[in-house]
């Protein structure tokens, strides 16, 4: 019963956190491998349990979306559906051992972009890369869709930064389809996940009805947050700690 109680609260933090900042899943991951779940599989599961928590934070953010940039909608949804097949395709290749020394330095990466997110926005729009073409742009949704399809740390932000250089500038448009194209990856790997036989079913299913519920929770509060930056570095302090663990395991 606490194993269930710690799994669902991780799932319900890990879709607030997603919808608002981002980082779920340095409280997912952690959490499930805490269990017994083997990294692999943990990793492939999180992803799933992440899809939910996506879906509802993207609805709820379903009236600021517009499009910007030199890309449209559907041109981004291909590139990133291409880039998470061969993201997920690099998983399930991955022996479970491998993965496992893998795991830290990407949660120490993942740590880093985001505590650094603001600062990277920022500098893409001081220096008005804003303009990017559609080759470019098509190339960087591609790296960051495989990067996503293998792990989900730190994804949101990595797809704002992504943003900004393309061309988009409304926060909360960036945000609904940060998270729609968050559902594009997550449910893509998912099934490739499902079809290589990865996801720990009986974890699974409570945390993603917790996951669903934190993510509309977090696309509601998002707009009432003020001190965002205190949920940034708490986030950032989550992911060093988790990153650091690993590391020591």
């Known amino acids: 019963m ?9 799932g319900f933090a ?3 956190l997603n919808a608002v900042a981002g980082g779920g899943t340095f409280l997912s991951l952690p959490a499930l491998i805490y269990v017994g779940v083997p990294p692999v599989s943990a990793n492939a599961t999180a992803t799933l349990i992440a899809l939910p928590g996506y879906l509802s934070s993207a ?13 449209g909608l559907r041109e981004i949804l291909l590139v990133a559906a291409l880039g ?26 993942a740590t880093i972009l985001f505590a650094s997110g603001p600062y990277l926005l920022a500098a893409v729009r001081r220096r008005g890369l804003g303009d990017a073409g559609p080759v470019l742009s098509a190339g960087a949704i ?7 399809g293998y792990f989900n740390g730190g994804l ?10 393309i061309g988009y500038r409304n926060l909360h448009g960036m945000n ?9 990856l997550s449910l893509i790997s998912a099934l490739a996940f499902i079809a290589a036989g990865l996801i720990v079913w009986d974890l699974a299913l409570g945390m993603a ?11 509601r509060m998002s707009r009432r947050i003020v001190r965002t930056d205190l949920l940034r570095h708490f986030v950032t302090g989550v992911g060093a700690t988790m990153a650091l663990a690993f590391f020591l395991t």
Not at 84 to 109: D, H, K
């Open 142 to 148: 591609l790296a960051v869709s495989i990067y996503g």
């Open 2 to 10: 606490f194993e269930f109680v710690l799994l669902c609260v991780a």
């Open 14 to 16: 890990a879709g607030v």
């Open 84 to 109: 998470s097949i061969i993201g997920a395709l690099l998983l399930i290749v991955t022996p479970g051992e491998t993965f496992l020394w893998v795991v830290p330095w990407l949660l120490l990466l």
């Open 209 to 219: 009805v917790s996951a669903a519920l934190g993510g509309y929770v977090g696309a």
């Open 176 to 184: 609904g389809l940060k998270n729609v194209l968050a559902v594009v």
């Open 156 to 165: 949101g932000i990595m797809l704002l930064a992504t943003f900004g250089l």
């Open 59 to 71: 609805w709820g953010f379903r009236d600021d979306m517009q499009a910007e940039g030199s890309l």
